[in-house]
């Protein structure tokens, strides 16, 4: 296929994926949900997600700290549950994304709409308290996400350290290479205590910004 072929039919893709989003927004106000129920129904979400997400990254922590820290039984046994938690984690940070990306997609869509209808306004007064209240919201919105895209951030590199481990555990099971990754351990602990800060924070602002919106 040539460059022109493969252009056009992303171009095509792309509007497919749009006229769905937008089928499904008209379908959604015709039963009373408008972007913004959609809005804070997915800002609600993702904030769950992050949750969730915070405690898998905790417990994978605790479980390599127990491999790394290994004192008798079953050595292959203990690797084999740090190695699951590793791919949960992993799917968390999946989910995180997906939300973030859902959140991003009718936020989008609302501010579009609500900047096309402050054109529609005749009085004048009425026009610049709507645009006041768009402008303070966008600006939430922005740093909501803006938080939200930080704390996702610090899980892909927590994510590949977590991965290196586990590769090289999995080629030197044995007790001289669980010793050689107790300094590795405490490089990701440091890496997990800054990813669970970015994450209560996002979370906090998450909850404030769906106050606002819920009580304009």
Not at 56 to 83: M, R
Not at 123 to 144: A, D, F, I, P
Request: contains cysteine; charged residues 25%.
């Amino acid at each position: 296929m040539n460059k022109i072929a493969i252009k056009v039919s992303l171009f095509f893709l792309l509007l497919s994926i749009v006229g769905c989003q937008s089928a499904y927004y008209s379908a959604m106000e015709k039963v009373g949900k408008h972007k913004r129920d959609i809005l804070i129904d997915r800002v609600e979400t993702a904030t769950e997600s992050q949750e969730e997400a915070k405690e898998e990254f905790k417990n994978a922590l605790e479980q390599f700290s127990a491999l790394v820290n290994f004192d008798g039984g079953e050595l292959q046994q203990q690797y084999e549950i740090s190695n699951d938690h590793y791919h949960t984690s992993k799917v968390a940070a999946e989910d995180v994304t997906a939300r973030i990306n859902s959140i991003e997609a009718v936020a989008e869509a609302l501010f579009n709409e609500w900047n096309s209808e402050l054109e529609q306004f005749t009085n004048q007064s009425l026009k610049r308290q709507s645009q006041s209240r768009y402008n303070e919201t966008q600006n939430r919105y922005t740093s909501v996400i803006e938080s939200m895209r930080n704390a996702e951030k610090r899980m892909q590199p927590i994510l590949d350290a977590l991965k290196d481990n586990m590769l090289y555990l999995k080629h030197n099971l044995n007790a001289r290479a669980i010793g050689e990754l107790k300094t590795e351990y405490k490089l990701i602990e440091q890496d997990v205590e800054r990813l669970i800060n970015e994450m209560n924070n996002s979370i906090n602002k998450s909850q404030t910004f769906i106050k606002s919106l819920k009580n304009p």
